[in-house]
């Protein structure tokens, strides 16, 4: 028996145990059961939302960002943004949302920093009652026990030190008529945003909530309705707990299998109507990367093409074979992948692979599970789209800019998405925030406060996270260094409808000026004869994918003899730490330096770099200059090229320094810096700095 057949066989046995509640979404009231049950009911997703609704977000973003054409829209301060602050019995509550009803409270993200962060009272106050119908400390209710327990609040990543964490409330809250959420505490100031000594908690909030036509009845959340609802909270638990993947047992594995030569296709044809309900796959090639990223799954419905992505990035792992596991999609390190997005189809349907990349790949415990489905006026294609931004230029303020993840046009819902990329320094790369645009809005209805936030995490943490049913960061080690890392969402209730079109954009904002691959792939449904405006990025499938600093920053001497410091690869220090910097005042060749600071007298640094040339040259060397700097000498493959060269006691600027007798050779050099003296500004310590080295 096959893997993929013991699974299925367990998941059936599941769905028997665990089939969600039978609610009749149409129609119904809305309430805390109806809300959950839909949470967990994958077919429902499928359909056009019934009672439809608006999706929007209150957030702490930095109120400065008013248009795309005017300054400050890249603004960063995304903290302590309240809508007002209300006096009342001597309390003062900041008010971070205040809406009209019928709606719902569907997804709920925060983050604190500064003395007794988080421990500030939270009220959610419904239907205009002064009494809230839930009160208590920030984070007991949103990752404690106070509404409801985990995964439905929860906080990432568990590693992590729990102040660090982002803060998930996932539980949904309906209102029948209005909701106001404030909160309460002594370490806000009420004019945080323009004082010179803020207060001692800076508070950061996502808020995603739904909002029904006025005709529609809604439940309001209190203690009777949980009461009432016990049964179906007990249910989505256990669902959730697990991403336990239920699937119909009507359904009829058709197989992928394949050894695909390069430039090859496996297709798998379904001429009857029906609905994906599962996609499995286990890919093997020589370059494991490789193959995960130039293996794209393509899918058509009905003759639409609306699937085209490469297969790890498909099932949230970008072009590294890790361990996930969300309500969607699940992968383990030996290579099992799979995906639980239910896809109806009228009529027919495609399932094709192809292999755009240069070597052999085996597909194995390959199947596409396709079950019975009645096509009705609200079902909908399932969508997929993904492209790279190779080696893009980003940095902070003038460099910062909004990256499109998806651009839809039609009838449908945006459900999720992710983001693989490559990091070449050391600092966090996703500062930006999330910026969606719903038909047509001149400005956007979501507006986040930075790229870990909307994935549910914070501080930009590096610690992995991967059981979660709707976020996931499988990899964080390029969060502050060079290497990579994979972030996923997948939408439930927080899922964004749209009529006519949607927009979304993410802002990619490092505060050091940078060259990074950043790859994100985007889901949704959307009615037959929808549009995605994003072409398949064919060129960026096939292109190497990035494993090293040096596969974007070459350590080569380029034709000139010349390298920049940051392309220079970092060997050993003893003491300090090596980065590449990058400052607004200094003008940098290519924006950056070689940066080793906190030196220590009598360590070394070394360095490396490759020459197609050899013989003897004059060295010049472009240095950062500064009164912090120190006294070196360098050496060039043992010889010393530079003696005591003298980089402090100067205003911070740069200078160019000449020495004759540098002898490179093919192949590999080695380039040591020796700290002999510390300069008059530094105390204990000194920084050293290199721009530029051209050999004449």
């Known amino acids: 028996m096959t893997y993929s057949t013991m699974s299925l066989r367990l998941f059936l046995f599941l769905g028997v145990l665990l089939a969600p509640i039978s609610l009749s979404l149409t129609g119904a009231e809305v309430s805390i059961a109806s809300l959950l049950d839909e949470m967990t009911n994958r077919d429902e997703r499928a359909r056009f939302p019934e009672p439809a ?70 009220r959610i106050y419904i239907d205009g009652n002064p009494v809230p119908a839930i009160e208590g400390a920030a984070f007991d209710i949103l990752s404690g026990n106070i509404v409801t327990g985990a995964p439905l609040a929860a906080s990432v990543p568990e590693a992590t030190l729990y102040q660090r964490r982002g803060h998930n409330l996932y539980f949904p809250i309906p209102y029948a008529k209005h909701c ?13 945003y323009g004082a010179k000594q803020p207060g001692t908690e800076a508070v950061y909030y996502n808020i995603n909530y739904r909002t029904y036509d006025s005709s529609v009845k809604v439940a309001s959340y209190s203690k009777a309705e949980m009461q009432k609802s016990e049964k179906a909270v007990a249910n989505a638990l256990a669902l959730l707990s697990g991403n336990k993947k239920i699937l119909s047992p009507d359904g009829v594995a058709h197989s992928l299998d394949a050894v695909l030569q390069p430039g090859a296709k496996k297709t798998v044809e379904i001429k009857t109507p029906g609905a994906i309900q599962h996609i499995a796959m286990r890919l093997r090639a020589e370059n494991q990367e490789q193959a995960l990223r130039s293996t794209v799954l393509e899918i058509a419905f009905d003759g639409e093409k609306t699937v085209w992505v490469p297969a790890g990035d498909f099932f949230g792992i970008g072009y590294r074979q890790l361990y996930t596991n969300t309500w969607y999609a699940s992968a383990d390190e030996d290579g099992l992948m799979q995906a639980y997005w239910v896809m109806p189809f009228a009529k027919n349907c495609t399932v094709t692979l192809h292999n755009l990349g240069r070597q052999p790949v085996r597909v194995s415990d390959a199947s596409v599970n396709v079950k019975n489905w009645n096509w009705d006026e609200r079902s909908m294609h399932f969508g997929a789209g993904w492209r790279q931004y190779t080696r893009i230029n980003a940095g902070p303020h003038d460099q910062a800019k909004d990256i499109s993840f998806a651009s839809l046009q039609g009838k449908g819902v945006y459900v999720g998405d992710g ?132 596969d974007i920053y070459s350590p080569v001497l380029d034709a000139g003899r010349s390298i920049e410091g940051e392309n220079l690869i970092w060997v050993s220090t003893p003491s300090g730490s090596v980065s590449y910097q990058a400052h607004d005042k200094i003008a940098w060749s290519g924006g ?52 005591k060269l003298d980089l402090g006691g100067h205003d911070l600027g740069v200078m160019e320094f000449k020495a004759d007798g540098a002898v490179l050779v093919k192949g590999e050099n080695v380039l040591e810096i020796e700290l002999i003296k510390h300069a008059e500004g530094a105390a204990k310590r000194s920084h050293f700095g290199l721009d530029k080295l051209v050999f004449e």
């Not at 900041?94 to 809406?99: E, N």
């Not at 003897?616 to 240095?623: D, I, P, Q, S, Y």
């Open 53 to 122: 609704f608006t999706n929007r977000q209150f957030s702490s973003y930095d109120r400065d960002s008013v248009a795309k054409d005017k300054p400050g829209w890249f603004a960063n301060r995304d903290r302590s943004m309240f809508l007002r602050v209300e006096k009342d019995n001597g309390r003062r509550e900041f008010v971070m949302m205040d809406t009209e009803g019928p709606g719902a409270i569907v997804r709920f993200w925060m983050t604190f920093s500064g003395k007794d962060s988080g421990r500030g009272i939270m």
């Open 180 to 192: 106001k959420i404030t909160y309460e505490s002594q370490g806000l100031r009420e004019d945080d």
């Open 419 to 550: 983001v693989a990329l490559f990091n070449t320094g050391y600092r966090w790369w996703g500062e930006g925030d999330e910026k969606v645009y719903v038909d047509g809005e001149a400005f956007p209805s979501h507006f986040g406060t930075g790229t870990e936030d909307y994935y549910g995490y914070a501080w930009c943490r590096p610690e992995t996270f991967t059981d979660h049913p709707f976020i996931a960061q499988p990899l964080g080690t390029g969060n502050f260094s060079p290497r990579y890392s994979v972030n996923a969402r997948v939408r439930a209730l927080d899922g964004i409808p749209f009529n006519k079109s949607l927009q979304f954009d993410m802002e990619l904002w490092i505060s050091l000026r940078t060259t990074v691959n950043y790859a994100p792939v985007a889901f949704w449904y959307m009615m037959p004869g929808g549009r995605n405006m994003t072409p398949q990025d064919i060129v960026g499938a096939k292109e190497p994918v990035v494993m090293d600093r040096t």
């Open 592 to 643: 950056l330096q070689l940066h080793w600071r906190d030196a220590e007298v009598g360590n070394q640094v070394k360095f490396s770099f490759r020459s197609n040339v050899e013989g003897r040259f004059r060295m010049v060397g472009t240095f950062t200059v500064a009164r912090d700097y120190g006294v070196f000498d360098i050496y060039l493959n043992g010889k010393k090229i530079f003696s």
